[in-house]
């Protein structure tokens, strides 16, 4: 007597393939359904891209007018990269909603039903997230360096990719996004509210810099280089002086602060009710 399915052979009874496969695939086709994660990571290319044209182009109607000093120091691929200071807060924002929305409306319950190890989820929401906007940044980043550049080249100013920490600071640019948005994600599941999560990364970014920057001259400089989006700018914007870190220290710092604030998360998600 066949025991299986009529005209078939019967199913198998274990899968082997690992959860957090499964869950990474689960992830993925939430991350596609929802309709911010388009308008988040357009608004964040658009930014990139748009500024380094617009700001390249303000640059050089006024080239003219800018003092010697001024352009001896101005660094021609860190000004095209200007774009992610506007970038960042949208790839804040969705790095937090990533989490933060299915606790809102009450689908967190169903995920965890689905796959209750929840560190597991966790982890898939992490890999999808930091996948997705690592490919978004580091392409609207080298569109924002060419397009730059070529604005540039009008005053024999600009850059090229060969030259040395260039390639390291586009590249850069577009890694600092996606360790935002894990540190966003991490702060959205110790927080679990929308706007409590998206206040935090706001006060991260714009706020402690700011309160920093009120500070003496010689407790600003302390300090503020090792603030999370200081230390992780300092890898496509870095001026070399006491006040910032080196940009490989400065990235390693950044990729801590997001790496303590998933694994703080991670022991709360499964000390707490859904």
Same mark, same amino acid.
């Given at each position: 007597?066949? $025991?299986?399915?009529?005209?078939?052979?019967?199913?198998?009874?274990?899968?082997?393939?690992?959860?957090?496969?499964?869950?990474?695939?689960?992830?993925?086709?939430?991350?596609?359904?929802?309709?911010?994660?388009?308008?988040?990571?357009?608004?964040?290319?658009?930014?990139?891209?748009?500024?380094?044209?617009?700001?390249?182009?303000?640059?050089?109607?006024?080239?003219?007018?800018? $003092?010697?000093?001024?352009?001896?120091?101005?660094?021609?691929?860190?000004? $095209?990269?200007?774009?992610?200071?506007?970038?960042?807060?949208?790839?804040?924002?969705?790095?937090?909603?990533?989490?933060?929305?299915?606790?809102?409306?009450?689908?967190?319950?169903?995920?965890?039903?689905?796959?209750?190890?929840?560190?597991?989820?966790?982890?898939?929401?992490?890999?999808?997230?930091?996948?997705?906007?690592?490919?978004?940044?580091?392409?609207?980043?080298?569109?924002?360096?060419?397009?730059?550049?070529?604005?540039?080249?009008?005053?024999?100013?600009?850059?090229?990719?060969?030259?040395?920490?260039?390639?390291?600071?586009?590249?850069?640019?577009?890694?600092?996004?996606?360790?935002?948005?894990?540190?966003?994600?991490?702060?959205?599941?110790?927080?679990?509210?929308?706007?409590?999560?998206?206040?935090?990364?706001?006060?991260?970014?714009?706020?402690?810099?700011?309160?920093?920057?009120?500070?003496?001259? $010689?407790?600003? /400089?302390?300090?503020?280089?090792?603030?999370?989006?200081?230390?992780?700018?300092?890898?496509?914007?870095?001026?070399? /002086?006491?006040?910032?870190?080196?940009?490989?220290?400065?990235?390693?710092?950044?990729?801590?602060?997001?790496?303590?604030?998933?694994?703080?998360?991670?022991?709360?998600?499964?000390?707490?009710?859904?």
């Amino acid at each position: 007597m066949n $025991s299986g399915r009529a005209g078939g052979t019967a199913p198998p009874l274990h899968d082997n393939r690992p959860i957090i496969v499964d869950a990474c695939r689960a992830e993925w086709t939430k991350f596609k359904s929802v309709r911010s994660t388009y308008w988040s990571l357009l608004g964040a290319s658009a930014a990139i891209v748009g500024l380094a044209a617009l700001l390249s182009a303000a640059y050089i109607k006024g080239y003219s007018t800018q $003092s010697a000093s001024a352009k001896t120091t101005f660094n021609p691929t860190a000004f $095209s990269l200007n774009g992610l200071l506007l970038a960042q807060l949208a790839v804040g924002t969705l790095g937090a909603l990533v989490i933060t929305s299915e606790y809102t409306t009450g689908m967190i319950r169903t995920t965890f039903s689905a796959v209750p190890q929840r560190r597991v989820v966790l982890t898939a929401k992490a890999v999808v997230l930091g996948s997705i906007v690592t490919v978004v940044g580091v392409v609207s980043s080298f569109a924002a360096f060419f397009l730059g550049q070529a604005i540039l080249s009008a005053k024999r100013i600009e850059a090229h990719i060969g030259e040395p920490g260039v390639l390291r600071s586009v590249i850069g640019a577009g890694l600092y996004l996606a360790i935002l948005g894990l540190l966003a994600l991490g702060l959205g599941a110790l927080i679990r509210h929308t706007a409590g999560a998206i206040a935090a990364v706001f006060g991260i970014l714009i706020v402690l810099p700011g309160i920093v920057m009120a500070l003496p001259v $010689s407790w600003s /400089n302390a300090i503020g280089k090792y603030l999370p989006s200081t230390a992780g700018q300092a890898m496509y914007t870095s001026i070399k /002086n006491r006040a910032t870190l080196s940009p490989w220290a400065g990235f390693t710092l950044f990729c801590a602060y997001a790496a303590t604030t998933l694994i703080a998360a991670a022991i709360i998600l499964v000390r707490r009710d859904a």
